[in-house]
């Protein structure tokens, strides 16, 4: 029987990473699409082909991928940006799928911060949003202007979702909140 598959986004600095390990310590299973990327930077030699092709040796560092480097180019260049998102999309999601083909738990659930932008909330059963008040999100990470003109309102994203939580408090609070989430989605 496949998992409840269940996806976590949020804000930047909300707090989706600790919520994360909260739903493994409750027994789910947990992949997060950071870290996909991480894996896919250091082992997908088609990726690392078209970053080099695109962008040069300046992206590279000891023969890895340097992902400052890639960030002062995106960040700064929306076309970039696009670019990047195209190779790194369509791959995330493809290990996404064959992760959660390959679970057991009750439970799955995938941390991807940009679930509404890219329209990936129709392939989740339930959809879980952690957000926190722009100061607090400010304190954790810094100015975040820039960086959020592009992405789905806090508010829009609480709409949208199945389950929210707003984490301004401590980490037992968040973690009641998970435990409470994992709870409901099993007593089905």
Same mark, same amino acid.
């Given at each position: ?63 890895? %991928?340097?992902?400052? $480097? ?7 260049? @929306?076309? !970039? *940006? =696009?670019?990047? #998102?195209?190779? &790194? ?38 959809? %879980?949003?952690?957000? $926190? ?7 954790? @990470?810094? !100015? *975040? =202007?820039?960086? #959020?003109?592009? &992405? ?37």
């Amino acid at each position: 029987m496949r998992p409840l598959a269940v996806a976590l986004t949020g804000g930047i600095a909300a707090g989706k990473s600790e919520a994360l390990q909260a739903f493994a310590r409750h027994g789910a299973a947990t992949i997060s699409s950071d870290s996909l990327v991480h894996e896919l930077y250091r082992d997908d030699e088609e990726l690392q082909a078209a970053l080099r092709a695109r962008w040069g040796d300046r992206v590279f560092a000891g023969g890895e %991928v340097d992902r400052a $480097a890639i960030g002062a180019i995106v960040f700064g260049d @929306r076309e !970039e *940006l =696009a670019w990047l #998102e195209s190779e &790194l999309h369509p791959r995330v999601r493809a290990a996404t799928a064959d992760w959660l083909s390959r679970q057991t738990a009750e439970v799955a659930v995938a941390e991807i911060p940009l679930l509404f932008e890219t329209g990936a909330e129709t392939r989740f059963d339930k959809v %879980v949003v952690v957000t $926190a008040p722009a100061e607090v999100r400010a304190e954790r @990470r810094g !100015e *975040l =202007a820039d960086r #959020e003109a592009r &992405l789905v309102s806090e508010d829009e994203k609480v709409r949208r979702a199945d389950f929210a939580y707003v984490n301004d408090g401590t980490l037992q609070e968040l973690d009641e909140f998970v435990a409470g989430v994992l709870e409901e989605l099993t007593a089905r």
